[in-house]
């Protein structure tokens, strides 16, 4: 069973892309959303020029390259970010996960990774009543796992079901550089922020290149010479649901 079908994000042959449903009664789209006036806005969004000398970090999914079959960037973060799959849904957390986008009308489906999309407006944050939930100057969105009381309102709040809670503790530690997952707290995908630190990318993003599909670019949304600026200045993309108005920093092109 893939991980949508468990997360039941989409119904198969029912859903049509401008309803299909990615958390808490959120749609991929808004229905009286004008595809093209979205496109413009991400991009002018997404290059608005904060403090010089800063990076903010952003990623693009090209849905063109990203296959069915490829789970590369999911077993990746798994790997990297010691996110267990115990093969029950009630137990299993999503740092990043497939789903299936079925248009209504026919035509092909399309398939693209979701993983929390480090808005600039993080609504997350904002009901966090202990600070646990806050921004890198980066942009990056973390959890301090030791101030987290696992009341799992930013998991209500977070429109994009981007966050996860650790039901069941696992002896699995794949990966020393990232902390043991603890039991009782909140999760999500940290755009793999250790890596960055080090000058390296994402797991995810590692994971997609060496596939061959080279679907994702990641990079500094600051720095015009980066190649995810130019990317968005010569490619229309657009955010998940940027009608919220909560600036999303991962872009998808190809939906």
Avoid at 74 to 89: H, K, L, Q
Avoid at 102 to 115: A, D, I, Q, V
Avoid at 163 to 184: A, I, L, M, Y
Wanted: net charge positive; hydrophobic share 35%; aromatic share 6%.
């Amino acid at each position: 069973m893939s991980e949508l079908d468990r997360r039941s994000l989409l119904k198969m042959g029912a859903a049509a892309i401008a309803g299909t449903v990615i958390g808490n009664g959120i749609t991929l789209y808004s229905a009286s959303a004008h595809a093209g006036e979205e496109q413009n806005a991400s991009a002018d969004t997404a290059l608005e020029i904060p403090p010089k000398g800063k990076a903010r970090w952003g990623m693009v999914i090209d849905n063109n390259k990203c296959t069915a079959q490829c789970t590369a960037c999911t077993a990746a973060c798994r790997t990297e970010n010691n996110v267990p799959a115990f093969g029950d849904e009630r137990y299993d957390g999503h740092w990043i996960r497939k789903v299936t986008l079925t248009p209504e009308r026919g035509g092909p489906e399309k398939h693209l990774p979701l993983l929390c999309n480090h808005c600039e407006q993080p609504p997350c944050q904002h009901v966090c009543p202990v600070a646990a939930t806050f921004t890198r100057h980066d942009g990056i969105v973390m959890i301090d796992k030791h101030r987290c009381i696992g009341c799992r309102y930013c998991m209500i709040a977070c429109p994009y079901k981007a966050r996860t809670f650790v039901f069941k503790e696992t002896t699995e530690w794949t990966n020393r550089d990232v902390p043991k997952r603890s039991h009782g707290v909140v999760e999500k995908c940290t755009f793999c922020a250790h890596r960055i630190d080090q000058g390296k990318i994402p797991a995810c993003v590692e994971a997609c290149d060496k596939s061959g599909e080279r679907a994702m670019i990641f990079g500094d949304l600051n720095n015009p010479e980066s190649a995810i600026v130019k990317y968005i200045r010569a490619v229309a993309t657009k955010g998940v649901r940027e009608d919220l108005g909560l600036e999303p920093k991962v872009f998808y092109t190809g939906i």
